[in-house]
């Protein structure tokens, strides 16, 4: 079935650093997205992507969705300690709405002022 | 952004008995809304749809009679978990459409002592 491969499962950072993480599949995503976590909340949507190769800034971040339409990467720049929680990207399951979602394994972030 | 409230955020109960959650869209109408699960330090998975008006579509493996889920209006679902045991605790969190996107409640934590 689909699968959605996050990396890094975790980051420990300074603040104002940058932060990278990445999400692949093996099948064909038309959407991608990426969300954010914080503790004992729902996610909450950071930036959608729908278009192969389209890249789309949020602030500090930063998304792009892959040319193969199977990969996406958010950057976060010069973060900051409220950047902490958990990313996940997010993309329909076989090519559906944005209801039935398949979520990555999330990556955990830590940023130490 | 669209609002989706979840009730309660946070309940305790005792095994054999039963737990409602409900999920409220409070600026717009849904006619279909999603339940998710998350274990501890997991993603999201899909557990089922919830139509309006008509019965909810489960994922597999996930107990219809175990997961009750009525969607009465256009702007409440409800998931009861019967006759709950410990290894049902968990983080449910529900999702609605508007426009397209997913907008997600703030979750409820469950446990079953």
């Known amino acids: 079935g689909q699968q959605l491969n996050q990396s890094p499962q975790s980051m420990f950072i300074q603040e104002g650093e940058d932060v990278s993480m990445n999400c692949t599949s093996s099948?064909?995503?038309?959407?991608w997205l990426w969300y954010k976590q914080d503790p004992g909340e729902g996610p909450v949507l950071l930036i959608a992507?729908?278009?192969?190769?389209e890249l789309t800034s949020n602030g500090r971040l930063t998304a792009q969705f892959g040319i193969t339409r199977k990969d996406s990467f958010l950057n976060i720049s010069a973060s900051i300690p409220s950047d902490v929680g958990i990313y996940f990207c997010a993309g329909p399951r076989y090519g559906g709405s944005q209801g039935n979602l398949i979520f990555g394994k999330g990556t955990k972030l830590s940023v130490k002022p | 952004g669209a609002v989706v409230s979840q009730h309660p955020s946070r309940v305790i109960c005792k095994s054999g008995t039963s737990v409602k959650i409900e999920c409220r869209s409070l600026d717009f109408q849904a006619t279909t809304m999603f339940w998710y699960r998350q274990f501890p330090k997991k993603s999201l998975m899909l557990m089922a749809t919830s139509n309006e008006g008509s019965k909810a579509t489960y994922e597999q493996g996930v107990e219809k009679d175990k997961f009750l889920i009525n969607h009465a209006s256009l702007t409440l679902s409800t998931l009861t978990v019967t006759s709950a045991h410990p290894e049902d605790s968990s983080f449910y969190i529900c999702?609605?459409?508007?426009?397209?996107?997913?907008?997600f409640g703030q979750g409820t934590r469950l446990t079953v002592v």
């Open positions: 992507l729908y278009k192969a190769g």
């Open positions: 999702s609605a459409l508007t426009g397209g996107e997913a907008f």
């Open positions: 099948s064909i995503f038309n959407t």
